[in-house]
């Protein structure tokens, strides 16, 4: 107890040390779960009372400071809280009545960054764009769990369709995917089709050959009723993910068909 309230003692003596702008980024930056690069930092915590344009120098105000740590992550500098500085930061941020309005930022963040990997990784930036993705998931993982318990179906799905998965990046992305299907809403929703398909495609990867195949229907019936979504080509993944199962049941030639199908409406 002694020595956790000399620790707090310690930084409220240098959180006191800061200017204003240094507080309010110090407690912003509690969003972020595992650290954020200075762009993510900028897109979440910038505004008129953190200056976008100043956001880098109060950063290392606050590095020097030992509130902040600084990190080397390959090509970029991730910044990052130790816990006990996070949980301050997090009752200063409701302190000044933010932490709604900061998640849903972090939430749209991520939703972007997702977005933007998801993309990349089809193109000739896919190393990169796997090298960036890998220190994300802590945060893609806190969005979507905010996303879940605030009932907020569009980033959750949003969120859920652009996260690429394991089969794409090397690694399992362990993110919550069943719960979104159920969030109030979302079998109304645009993505709800595709949702049900991300879903199915990863139950394939994991060897869930009911849920792949239930999955699989629904979202091809879901596409029926809703429409077809040209940016969100539901029955493309849809055969991959039967595809995969086919080819765990050893129905070699089935999995090639799904495969191959997929393959020609990719580069049709």
Not at 251 to 264: F, H, L, N
Request: aromatic share 6%.
């Amino acid at each position: 107890m002694q020595r956790h309230q000399t620790l707090r003692a310690a930084i409220d003596w240098s959180y006191e040390l800061c200017s204003e702008p240094q507080r309010r980024l110090l407690a912003r930056l509690s969003v972020f779960a595992g650290g954020c690069t200075r762009e993510s930092a900028e897109a979440v915590c910038a505004d008129e009372v953190v200056d976008r344009r100043a956001l880098f120098a109060l950063l290392h105000g606050l590095v020097a400071k030992s509130l902040v740590v600084a990190e080397r992550d390959g090509p970029e500098t991730r910044y990052r809280l130790l816990e006990t500085i996070r949980e301050y930061g997090e009752e200063r941020l409701a302190e000044n009545d933010e932490t709604e309005a900061l998640r849903a930022r972090h939430g749209e963040c991520y939703a972007e960054f997702a977005r933007v990997v998801s993309e990349d990784l089809t193109g000739p930036r896919q190393i990169e764009a796997g090298k960036r993705l890998g220190p994300e998931n802590e945060n893609l993982l806190a969005a979507m769990n905010h996303a879940i318990d605030t009932d907020n179906v569009d980033l959750a799905l949003r969120l859920l369709v652009n996260t690429p998965s394991a089969f794409q990046v090397g690694y399992v992305l362990r993110l919550p995917v069943e719960p979104v299907l159920g969030l109030t809403g979302a079998s109304e929703h645009p993505l709800y089709p595709d949702g049900l398909a991300t879903t199915a495609f990863r139950a394939a990867e994991q060897g869930d050959l009911e849920t792949t195949d239930t999955r699989c229907a629904e979202a091809l019936a879901a596409m029926e009723r809703l429409g077809y979504d040209p940016d969100h080509p539901v029955d493309l993944t849809v055969s991959v993910a039967r595809g995969i199962v086919a080819r765990a049941i050893g129905v070699y030639d089935e999995s090639a068909t799904q495969i191959g199908r997929a393959s020609c409406r990719e580069r049709g």
